[in-house]
Each structure stands twice: as C-alpha cells, then as structure tokens.
C-alpha cells in the first residue's frame, strides 16, 4: 500500500497583512501611482506572506470592479430575464453578488485604511504604511491605525514604536499615547507607552507635543501648552508630575530597535522591569538589597539567562531557574566587576 501524501494547506494569512497589501494596491490604482510602486516592490520582498496577500489583494480589485458592468447591466433592463437554468444564475447574478461583497470590503479598507496591529513579548514588527510612512513595533506593543483625507492618525494603546514618516503638509500625521498627540510632517520619533509614563524621543526632524485637549483646542492660549521637540530630545510625561525634557544617549534610546537593551547605571530593579519586556522567562530578585544594586552594560533583549549570570558574577548572587522565572538569590557582595563590564553576554554575536 502506497501512503499518499495531503498537499499542505497554505497558511492563514492574517488579517492585517491583507490590510496592509489592500492598501499598496488600491494606491498602485490611483492618481500616485508612480509615487507607490518602489514603496511596494520593498514591502514585496519582506516576505513570502506579502507577497501571497497582494495576490489575492490584486484579484479582490480586479473583481470589484465589475460591479459597474453589474450595475449597467441591472438599469438597463426593462424587465427580468427568462430563466435558462441555475448556471446561468450563478454566472451572472452569484458574480454581482461577489462584486458587491468585494467593494464593500475594498471600500472599508481603502478610503478610511484602518487596521490594528500587534506584537508579542519578544516579538518586533515593522509595518508599512499606506502613504509610505514605516512603524517600527517593540515588544508587546499594540496600535490601531486611522486614516482619512484630511490626517493620519495613530493611537498607540501600549508599547513602543518608531515612526519614520513619509511627508505631507495636506494630512498631518498624529500619534495619540496616553493623552498626549504628537504631531509631525515628515520625520523619526519613537513614542513609548507605559501604564503611568508616555515618553517621546525625536531621531531626526521635528515634532509637536501636547495634551489632546489643548491640541484640539481652538483658543488663542492653546499654543503656549505645545512642547516642539529637536532632534536628540526626549520628553516623558508620568502621573502626577511635571513633563521632563532631557538629552540622553540616542543610541541608548534607540538600541532596541537592533536587538539590545542598554542600561546605564540602572537599579537591578528597574534593569530587571526592562529585560522582562522580552521575555516570557521573568527575572525576579530575592532581597531588597540587590535590587538597589547599579547595573550598566548592553544585553540581548530577551537573554534573560545572559543577563542574570552577567550580573550574579559581578555581584556573587545565584541564579535560580524556576518555572518561567529565574530567580536572584543570596547577598549581595562588594562588586567582583566593575559596573560598565556587566553586560558580558556580547549582544552582536
């Protein structure tokens, strides 16, 4: 007996890939054409899913419009057809029932281009946009994307994200976090969203920031509530306290977006609270006196084992693996290391 093989299903693309290749087509069929077509040759070569979902993207337009022949042809009609089966019913009537169903979806997703997007721990997503603008997505980050004629709008709900933005005096392009919106033309930010801390880092070009009552707000002393960033400059806004702006490292600032995470004499606590942002394998500390203890170095994000190793050594704790834990325990000793040798796991290898 023979075993005969299933061909594989292919696999479920999700429903923002489509999104997102509806949008480069029904761009690629508009007044702008020439403007798209390099933007989605690089969208395109990312990965084989893109690719699939254009396909299908593609033949959904082509499909929607016959529905102008459909419509024609029911206006022209002065009275109903004979009957000449149930074929020639699916053929005609099945296809403008099709078309239909297919505008109605290509109607949602071109002319608003809404979509949400999301990453797991661990995971980093970057997502092109349909005026060519890229989101870069950390981990566990999530945002929804609302577009129209007149602004581009994007809330980040939590997270963090780097927004290289294509440029456009007709349609602002607005990023809404934790009540602040930021607003920007053409230029690189990153806005990080925590439960009680919005900061925003701008990497090149300029930003607006303000509170979405005073952004929205029409009266004459609205401006002076509006904070202008310049490149190299970060604003945070957390509960209860004055918004700060300071000059930190960029490269600190903007390392995750290569893999890493950079501490410069952190708390163990609060380094502990960034290398758990990757991992599902959370790091914990026995005694209130290592978690005061200064950390400085760069690990891999998500190297959970690296990292508490590196700093057991330099401070002769033990690490203790637990189920999706790993535990510092003991006491703390003088540093064994010197505080800037800590991040020894060598993150570019």
């Given at each position: ?291 005061a203890l200064r950390v ?42 010197p505080a800037t040798v ?8």
């Open positions: 007996m023979t075993d005969v093989t299933e061909p594989e299903e292919p696999t479920q693309l999700p429903p923002e890939i489509i999104a997102e290749a509806g949008v480069w087509v029904a761009r690629l069929g508009g007044p702008n054409a020439e403007l798209s077509k390099k933007g989605v040759r690089r969208w395109l070569s990312e990965s084989d899913a893109h690719r699939r979902a254009f396909d299908l993207a593609t033949e959904v337009w082509e499909e929607a419009g016959a529905l102008r022949g459909c419509a024609a042809a029911h206006l022209t009609r002065s009275k109903p057809p004979k009957r000449s089966g149930r074929k020639s019913f699916s053929s005609s009537a099945a296809a403008c029932v099709a078309a239909t169903a297919v505008a109605a979806l290509v109607a949602g997703v071109f002319t608003f281009g809404g979509a949400d997007f999301a990453t797991g721990v661990g995971e980093q997503r970057e997502v092109s946009l349909e005026d060519g603008s890229r989101v870069l997505m950390n981990t566990s980050t999530r945002l929804k994307v609302l577009y129209d004629k007149y602004q581009r709008r994007v809330d980040l709900e939590k997270g963090e994200a780097r927004f290289d933005v294509t440029k456009n005096p007709n349609r602002p392009f607005v990023v809404t976090a934790g009540g602040r919106e930021v607003t920007a033309l053409g230029t690189s930010f990153d806005v990080r969203r925590e439960p009680t801390e919005v900061s925003v880092v701008l990497i090149d070009g300029t930003v607006t920031v303000a509170s979405v009552a005073e952004s929205r707000n029409t009266a004459p002393t609205a401006p002076a509530e509006v904070t202008v960033l310049h490149p190299g400059q970060r604003l945070t806004f957390s509960a209860g306290r004055p918004a700060r702006l300071d000059r930190p490292p960029l490269q600190r600032l903007t390392d995750w977006q290569r893999g890493r995470v950079t501490l410069d004499n952190s708390s163990l606590a609060d380094a502990i609270a960034e290398m758990n942002r990757y991992s599902i394998v959370q790091l914990r500390v026995q005694r209130p006196e290592a978690a400085s170095g760069i690990f891999r994000a998500g190297d959970s084992m690296s990292f508490a190793r590196a700093v057991s050594q330099a401070y002769g704790l033990m690490p203790v693996e637990q189920a999706n834990a790993i535990l510092l325990t003991g006491t703390p000793q003088q540093q064994v290391r800590v991040g020894s796991s060598d993150p570019d290898k």
